[in-house]
């Protein structure tokens, strides 16, 4: 036979975990066609990567590119990462389903391009067929999109009509090639659902063969009774359980071994659940999505005059340090004060602000740091983007060793921009893979290149339901990525205390992962990207 592709002289870490091996690989059209020995003359081209590791290509779990790949279709910022398929539709917001009369602010939601139409999950998928992209992509059903078609933004439990609707949608979802169901439940309008609510659209995702993903209810505080819904959810639905982001944020840092034990306790049981991770400490938000739940409903200008308001802003500021419905992780800073890690990244119309914490700010105008917040809030018309550096780096690092865990980025793909610009922070969207093998790999030796890939690759790719990718062996298809251990590097990331100016910000591309392959096509070539587009899009087969 003779192959497409050879890559020769490398250290293939297979993705199974276990230890690397020195060995050759060949390519036919979009498959692994052999490993072991490869000689030039079988092979229509040859990569030498002498010093270089050879693995499958890496699988996030844990994405939101729903519409980021019409923008972005090249993949630009996680190909470069060595990245070849993304998992959507986490966090409850998945592109479809849609429908009248909530279609359209679900799809502003969602920043749906204007030449983009679609109502069904099976329509959406379609339009992503139809854009050539830099690598693979699938994609669960949201519960918030569910929701939302079926009942709005109502803070409500569904009819018995609605919710048979909403099973419907499901289910017309999972055989379109979802491949489960995601919650986010510390956003409107999933926060608004009962246990029973999501363990009934689970039941159908079971039935399918799907996966339950979850944003849980609370990552803080609450984490253990949120984490034990999740599993609830699990045990009742029959559905196997993938814990997002599980790393406990500030309020309840330092709390792994319980959270992890609580993992462990339900496998014994024989539940199917597992958790990821990213390994950033922080997160860009606007000012807005720190606040209570029921006011990320609100259009800003209601927002801000509601804040403007000294009777309505002091309930607020109750409901903040009260947290009895938990909004999302970076919200504890808020909660507990600490004004000194929410540091001001973009201040449209006052640049002399950026760089300062709230903290600063506050001292600067003689204010309380939480009314100095809701201030900038208003000032800016929620339009100023802050750094909440939340999580402690201890736990990240103790989720990273544990077998339970895999990773994931938390991203949406992105370019870098001509001018070098980008319009947000998220710099996982460019140094996630490559931040953990040069930071936790390499230079701290606190897991092994081998471990590391395994969570990168066949672990998710064994969670998702994706059997034909993850491993390197023969018939697998042709993802691949190369690795220079030696010298990559990842130059997005800012590690806290923050600096300004950002030397590395806006985001830039890593290095140090000079070949990737996607479905048998080399798309970055000596660490420059190729033309070649061969992703697809990934359709779970339902039962």
Not at 412 to 417: H, L
Request: proline share 5%; with cysteine; aromatic share 6%.
């Amino acid at each position: 036979m003779r192959y497409d592709l050879g890559i020769v002289g490398g250290r293939i870490v297979d993705g199974s975990g276990n230890p690397w091996f020195y060995g050759d690989l060949a390519v036919k059209g979009d498959s692994v066609a052999k490993v072991g020995t490869v000689d030039a003359s079988e092979c229509e081209r040859m990569m030498d990567v002498r010093g270089c590791y050879v693995c499958p290509g890496f699988i996030d779990i844990h994405t939101h590119s729903d519409t980021f790949v019409f923008r972005h279709p090249g993949c630009d910022s996680t190909l470069r990462q060595g990245v070849t398929t993304h998992l959507m539709g986490n966090c409850g917001d998945s592109a479809a389903p849609v429908r009248s009369p909530h279609d359209k602010r679900w799809r502003a939601h969602m920043e749906v391009p204007e030449d983009q139409s679609w109502e069904t999950f099976d329509e959406y998928l379609r339009a992503v067929e139809g854009v050539k992209l830099g690598h693979n992509v699938a994609s669960l059903v949201g519960h918030n999109a569910v929701r939302t078609a079926v009942i709005g933004w109502d803070e409500r439990a569904p009819t018995a009509s609605e919710l048979e609707t909403m099973r419907a949608l499901t289910d017309e979802a999972m055989r379109a090639g979802a491949y489960g169901l995601s919650t986010g439940l510390v956003y409107p309008p999933g926060c608004f659902a009962d246990t029973d609510e999501i363990v009934e659209l689970a039941k159908v995702v079971a039935r399918h063969g799907g996966m339950y993903a979850s944003h849980i209810r609370g990552e803080r505080e609450t984490i253990l009774d949120a984490i034990a819904e999740a599993i609830e959810i699990g045990r009742r639905s029959g559905a196997r359980v993938q814990i997002s982001h599980n790393c406990p944020k500030m309020g309840a840092c330092g709390r792994t071994d319980e959270t992890l034990g609580m993992a462990m306790r339900a496998r014994e049981e024989g539940l199917d659940v597992t958790i990821d991770n990213d390994v950033h400490t922080d997160f860009g938000p606007r000012l807005g999505q720190a606040l209570p739940q029921y006011l990320h409903r609100l259009p800003t200008p209601e927002l801000t005059a509601l804040l403007a308001d000294s009777g309505s802003r002091e309930r607020v500021k109750r409901e903040i340090v009260e947290d009895r419905l938990p909004a999302p992780g970076y919200g504890g800073l808020l909660k507990h004060g600490m004004f000194d890690r929410v540091f001001l990244l973009s201040v449209p119309g006052d640049r002399a602000l950026e760089g300062k914490t709230v903290a600063e700010v506050a001292s600067m105008r003689g204010r309380d740091p939480m009314d100095t917040y809701l201030d900038l809030l208003i000032e800016t018309e929620d339009r100023a983007r802050v750094i909440c550096d939340y999580i402690d780096e201890a736990d990240i690092k103790a989720l990273l060793v544990h077998h339970l865990m895999m990773v994931s980025s938390d991203c949406a793909t992105r370019s870098v921009a001509p001018d070098g610009t980008d319009d947000a922070y998220e710099p996982c969207a460019f140094g996630e893979h490559p931040g953990i093998l040069e930071r936790y790999v390499r230079d701290e030796k606190i897991i092994t290149m081998e471990e590391a890939i395994r969570k990168m690759t066949s672990f998710p790719a064994q969670k998702i339901g994706l059997f034909d990718r993850g491993l390197l062996r023969p018939g697998m298809k042709a993802d691949i990525t190369v690795v220079d251990l030696a010298r990559v590097r990842d130059k997005a990331t800012n590690r806290w205390p923050h600096k300004y100016p950002f030397e590395n910000y806006p985001h830039q591309y890593p290095e140090g992962i000079p070949y990737v392959v996607v479905n048998g096509g080399v798309a970055i070539d000596d660490g420059e990207q190729t033309e070649a587009r061969m992703g697809a899009v990934l359709r779970h087969r339902a039962r």
